[in-house]
């Protein structure tokens, strides 16, 4: 089974104060052009996208210097809504290890990750953490989290689409798109069940 865990970008949410992508027609067949072309404009931390180290920190890694293969690989998802505490890290990273997904955390439910919860997370040598809101962190307060994370180079996967997704362990492929220079790049996100 494949799970789609992507929005789709033109109807996607976005952050506040971020801009909507917008798709324009440049060329239309219906229109007597011999092919159909678009031009898309957008905010790369529209829809499903990763954050890079250079989101948040002056000399951070951007999107080309990333180590992809923490995209790829064996992942966890665990559904908890609030304020993930410590404890509750501490939990599903044992899960997750349990079962071979401990690198890849994908927390689904609305779930706002802490600094003491990122700790845990660091811990036990988490190379990506994914949600299914358009932060990471606290709405009112994302940086230190963020900070937090992407100083040790964990890879953000934020915006993510998990509430059809059950409980358990997957294999994850989410690749951003290769944009030197850039501090976050849109990807398209998936998850491979073992049927």
Excluded: W
């Amino acid at each position: 089974m494949i799970y789609d865990i992507s929005q789709e970008l033109l109807s996607c949410a976005v952050y506040p104060g971020d801009p909507k992508p917008t798709l324009t027609p440049l060329k239309r067949m219906a229109d007597g052009a011999l092919y159909n072309l678009s031009s898309l404009s957008m905010c790369v931390h529209n829809g499903t996208h990763i954050d890079a180290p250079a989101h948040f920190l002056a000399d951070g890694k951007t999107v080309e210097q990333l180590d992809i293969s923490a995209c790829i690989g064996r992942c966890y998802v665990y559904r908890q809504e609030g304020v993930l505490s410590a404890e509750d890290a501490e939990t599903i990273c044992i899960a997750a290890e349990s079962v071979g997904g401990g690198e890849r955390i994908l927390l689904s439910g609305g779930t706002v990750v802490t600094e003491d919860a990122a700790e845990v997370f660091l811990r036990h040598g988490v190379r990506l953490v994914g949600v299914d809101s358009q932060s990471v962190g606290p709405s009112d307060a994302p940086m230190a989290v963020h900070l937090r994370l992407l100083r040790a180079e964990v890879i953000l996967l934020e915006g993510l689409v998990l509430s059809h997704v059950p409980m358990g362990a997957y294999t994850l492929c989410a690749l951003p798109l290769n944009i030197a220079g850039c501090e976050g790049a849109p990807c398209r996100a998936v998850l491979i069940g073992e049927d």
